[in-house]
């Protein structure tokens, strides 16, 4: 059976969400944060980054959560949470997946951060704010015409960013960003979603 490595208040949640929506069997493997918010140390005997997300399924161990979705969604869902293969919206879907990581993540985290640490301006750093700002920009662009990232059906590139949306939502950023708030939103009003938080907790850290 799969086995999900998961840190409370992580990414690891997108593949809850995932495993839930698809009813696929598996073994949740729980780990709390340190003192400091970090991965406990057991999570290096798992994968040598020691970060979750992490899978063990019939001798695959994989990190990342965009391999890890859409590994889980061509085995166990016949890809059903991606458009058909090798059409313009396959190609689309993957550039809306990679996104959350490779231009969201930093900027978001940074300004939930500066949040926590009782910053006046989220994220304080001119240069993240203006990544920030191009990264929600282009997300919410997107969303003006349409309920999901890919039209009318949550992909996986949806379950992916709604962990930068649970940290923006945190940080404040939705307050001034309405088109993004209402799909944030919609994505907590997903059944997957609302199992996953059932199962292994919130998405966006405390508030204290
Ligand atoms: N790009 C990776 C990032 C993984 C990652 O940074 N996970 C965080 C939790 S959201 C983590 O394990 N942090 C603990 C630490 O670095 O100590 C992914 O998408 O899975």
Known sequence: MLTLHCLAYSRALRI??????LNTPYQLEFYDRTKEFRAPDALK???PLGKSP????DGLVLAESS??????DQRYGHGRHQPADQTPAFFAHNEWLDLSESSGAQPVIAAVMDKIAGKDTVPENPAMADRLGTFLDYVGARLEDRPFLMGDTPMLADIQISYLLAL???AGVLDTRPVLAAYWQRLQDQPGFQAAVAKAGPMAPPAH
Do not use: G, T
């Open 67 to 72: 391999a890890i979705l859409r590994y889980i």
């Open 45 to 47: 005997k798992i994968h």
């Open 54 to 57: 992490v899978i063990e399924d």
């Open 16 to 21: 809850v969400w995932l495993l839930e929506e």
């Open 168 to 170: 923006a939502d945190r």
